[in-house]
């Protein structure tokens, strides 16, 4: 995805609720939490086969080929695939300094509400550079922005979604229109090798 999808209105973002020590704990304990075992045999009825056919106004930015394309994605890894993609460079930042990296490429069918770089804009300087010092609040906010499971489109119709960090998120779809939360989807049903992605235009916060 290049930096057009910036023009269009916008987190994982990841691009993602108690303790990975710490830190990472929304990964590996809480109601929605995914351990190391379970990250890799997450139930295949909630897995979706990959698809070529994204949906939302921004997929349009989507290069046809070559690194950040659906085809190249499809064969890495989700953190590694957003780290192609040049409108999730915020959210691959703040992935590394979570500490989640990988985590996130070695789950097994996962959902990510990846907000993108304009997405992370909307939050003020301070607050922001305040947040990805914070490793344990980090965690927290990235991992409200993960889901067990492939979830496809139609996953996402109308109700929640229980996320890693615990709390649950509502999901709505009205055609190619797809709302998690308060923020609206870019471009979703991106496929990754362990993951669906949705690039959304702004961060999801627990609670809020």
């Known amino acids: 995805m290049n930096t057009r999808l910036l023009a269009f209105p916008v987190v994982a973002a990841m691009s993602l609720a108690a303790a990975y020590g710490t830190a990472a704990g929304a990964l590996t304990s809480g109601t929605g939490a995914m351990t190391p075992e ?10 979706a086969s990959p698809t070529s056919s994204p949906i939302g106004k921004g997929c349009s930015a989507l290069p046809q080929s070559g690194p950040g394309s659906p085809g190249e994605i499809a064969n890495e890894p989700v953190a590694t695939a957003a780290s192609h993609i040049p409108d999730l460079s915020t959210l691959v930042d703040a992935a590394k300094k979570a500490g989640l990296v990988d985590t996130l490429n070695s789950a097994k069918d996962i959902t990510i509400f ?3 770089n304009a997405a992370f804009d909307k939050i003020p300087k301070d607050q922001l550079d305040k947040l990805l010092a914070n490793k344990g609040e980090l965690t927290k906010i990235l991992t409200y922005h993960v889901v067990q499971g492939r979830k496809t489109p139609a996953d996402l119709e109308k109700g929640d979604v229980a996320t890693v960090e ?3 998120v509502a999901t709505k779809r009205d055609g190619d229109t797809v709302k998690i ?18 690039v959304i235009d702004s961060v999801l916060k627990p609670g809020a």
């Not at 939360?181 to 949705?198: I, K, M, P, R, S």
């Open 38 to 47: 379970t990250a890799r045999t997450s139930d295949p009825s909630t897995s």
């Open 114 to 116: 990846a907000p993108s």
């Open 166 to 168: 615990g709390a649950k």
């Open 181 to 198: 939360g308060g923020a609206e989807v870019l471009c979703g049903d991106l496929q990754t090798q362990n993951a669906t992605v949705y």
